[in-house]
C-alpha cells in the first residue's frame, strides 16, 4: 500500500536582507519612484500639530544593534484621527499621511522618523486611549512582523489607557519613549533579554 502523498508546511522565511529592495529600494541605491521611497515623508508645511522627532535603535538578544531593520509607524492626526475610510470620528488632516517607512541606519542602526504628536483615540467600545504611534519592525531573522506601541512620558491619559493598564506594571516602561528635549522622542526596541519591549499580538 503506498502512502498519501502528503505536502507539508514549507519553512518560514526571515524578512532580510531583501526587505528593503522590496521596501525601501533608493535606501540600497536602487533607484525607484523619482529618488524618494514611498513613506518616507509624513509631512508637508501644512501639517497641523506639534512636530517631534522619533528616534531609537533596534538591539538584539546579545545587545547588539540591528543595522538591517526596516522600522513603519502608523498613528493619527493632532486631533486624533487616523487618515482611513475606516475612521469615522472626524476628517483627517490631508496635509499629514499618518504612515512613514524607515530603514535603521547601516552604520549607526538608527531610525528616525519627522511626524507630529498624535492625539487621543478611542477603542472601538468608546474607551479613550492615550496618544500612542503604532510601530511594525522586521529584519533578518524575523520571520513575522514585530508589532508594538510607543507612548509618551508626558501624557496623564497614559494612567488609563486600556492597552497600556493591560500590561503588567513592571514591563509598562518598554512601551514609553524617553524624551530627549522640547521635541525630540527616543524608543529603542530591544528584541530579546531582560528589557525586552512589549510586542503585540494583534
Partial sequence: MTKPNIL???????????????C?????????????DLASNMLDPETSGERITLTGTITDGDGKLVLDGLVEIWQADANGVYPSA????????????????????????IYQFQ??????????????QAPHIT??????????????????PDESANATDPLLQ?????????????????????????????EETVFLDI
Fill in 86 to 109: 475606516a475612521d469615522t470620528s472626524g476628517t483627517a488632516d490631508p496635509h499629514f499621511t499618518g504612515f512613514g517607512r524607515c530603514p535603521t541606519n547601516l552604520d549607526t542602526g
Fill in 8 to 22: 507539508h508546511e514549507s519553512p518560514s522565511q526571515t524578512a532580510g536582507p531583501y526587505v528593503h529592495i522590496g
Fill in 166 to 194: 493591560s500590561v503588567p506594571e513592571d514591563r509598562r516602561h518598554t512601551l514609553i519613549a524617553h524624551k530627549l528635549d522640547d521635541q525630540t522622542y527616543q524608543f529603542n526596541i530591544v528584541l530579546q533579554g531582560d
Fill in 115 to 128: 511626524t507630529i504628536k498624535p492625539g487621543q483615540t478611542k477603542m472601538r467600545d468608546g474607551r479613550a
Fill in 135 to 152: 510601530m511594525w519592525i522586521v529584519a533578518r531573522g524575523i520571520n513575522i512582523g514585530l508589532q508594538t506601541r510607543v507612548y509618551f
Fill in 24 to 36: 525601501a529600494p533608493n535606501f540600497v541605491g536602487i533607484q525607484m519612484y523619482g529618488g524618494k
